[in-house]
């Protein structure tokens, strides 16, 4: 529990808050990480949905 406080603990001594700028450049290294994670998965999303349409084409001629 110490260890976790005094790793909590941010530049001016308060326990449980990071600095600001920590805190804003960590939420946005998150958003864009997840937001990466979205459209990739998002694009893989569409290609296997194009390779299904495609089959689907194929077979009907």
């Known amino acids: 529990m110490v260890i976790a406080a005094k790793l909590a603990k941010s530049n001016d001594g308060n326990v449980g808050a990071a ?3 920590e805190t804003i450049a ?3 290294a998150l958003r864009a990480y997840w937001g990466l994670r979205m459209v990739s998965l998002l ?3 569409m290609l296997m949905l194009k390779e299904l349409l495609l089959l689907r084409l194929k077979e009907q001629q």
């Open 26 to 28: 960590g939420a946005i």
């Open 19 to 21: 600095p600001k700028d």
């Open 43 to 45: 694009i893989l999303v």
